[in-house]
């Protein structure tokens, strides 16, 4: 561990959406979220839970990956961390208090990654909201992560266990696929840097931890009545044990409900395991990934 600040969470994702409305009913009508105002530029937020937000769609041209936002323990641990990214000279920026109000952020700042160039935002503290969710279609457990798609898993593996505090908890032989852990957050995987289905930079999915199979199995009779398409499942990761669904949404997002993830202590936590990349091993009950939309998966935005 080379970093000397400590991460709570992932605190939520930014996708440009090239429908905003079509998205927002997805997030909503699909997805079970709630609808938790808008942002600058016409941007719409979206929650989980008591959070201000855990997505933001921003209206744009193109789908892309915008950004991921991080949640560190405390303030302190967001001043370690500007330091420290000053120190490795990824030159953070502030965010401007006015837009970081509108995100209902405290403070921010943001960094490049050079691995991929993608934006990540470190912050610590965000607006709790009090009134209750109104949506009841899903129990949402407050969890989330997310992957990417990269010509070069491994190497993006390395920076980020070197420089940005993360832990392999699992990884594909071969390096196809590697699923790392924010430390100290005990989730099997925050963050999973992916070597399919194509090597070339793309958004692979974003996933939210629900409480119960029913949740999934609701999603699972829920997205036929709207027509929209299965990715990946039912099924069970061979590697967090997690259940899973991933959906497409309408910009070829795609989104999971995962259930069941694996837990890691702050100390004594199991070594990584070199996985099977053997096909009869890729999901324990046999589920194959939709792969003739791969090519539409959305782009990311760089910095
Ligand atoms: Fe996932």
Same mark, same amino acid.
């Given at each position: ?40 530029? @016409? /941007?719409?937020?979206? !929650?989980?839970? #008591? %959070? ?6 921003? &209206?744009?041209?193109?789908? =892309? ?110 390096? @196809? /696929?590697?699923?790392? !852990?924010?430390? #100290? %957050? ?6 999973? &840097?992916?070597?399919?289905? =194509? ?105």
């Amino acid at each position: 561990m080379a970093v000397d600040f400590r991460y709570r969470r992932l605190g939520y994702l930014t996708l440009n959406v090239t429908d905003i409305g079509k998205s927002s009913a997805f997030a909503t009508d699909v997805f079970g979220m709630d609808a938790a105002g808008e942002g600058e530029g @016409g /941007a719409r937020f979206f !929650r989980t839970g #008591p %959070n201000h937000h855990d997505i933001m769609l921003v &209206p744009a041209e193109k789908a =892309a990956f915008a950004r991921s936002s991080w949640e560190l323990e405390s303030e302190d641990d967001l001043d370690q961390a500007l330091a420290h990214y000053q120190r490795i000279g990824l030159a953070p920026q502030l965010v401007p208090h006015d837009e970081a109000a509108s995100l209902g952020l405290e403070r921010a700042f943001r960094i490049v990654e050079p691995k991929l160039n993608t934006i990540w935002e470190y912050y610590a503290r965000m607006s709790y909201t009090s009134v209750p969710r109104k949506n009841t279609l899903t129990k949402f457990q407050g969890g989330k992560h997310y992957g990417l798609i990269t010509p070069d898993c491994k190497a993006v593996t390395d920076y980020m266990v070197e420089n940005m505090g993360f832990l392999v908890s699992d990884y594909l032989e071969g390096w @196809g /696929a590697a699923l790392l !852990r924010a430390f #100290p %957050n005990p989730n099997h995987h925050s963050f999973a &840097p992916l070597g399919f289905p =194509a090597p070339k930079p793309m958004f692979h999915h974003l996933a939210f931890m629900v409480e119960e199979i029913d949740d999934i199995g609701k999603l699972f009779n829920r997205i036929k009545r709207f027509d929209v398409q299965i990715q990946f499942g039912i099924g069970r990761h061979p590697t967090s044990g997690s259940i899973h669904l991933y959906i497409y949404d309408p910009d070829y997002f795609v989104w999971e409900y995962t259930l069941g993830m694996e837990q890691f202590p702050e100390t004594g936590a199991r070594e990584p395991r070199r996985m099977s990349s053997a096909p009869e091993n890729l999901d324990l009950w046999d589920a194959r990934p939709d792969t003739q939309h791969a090519a539409k998966f959305p782009g990311l935005v760089t910095g």
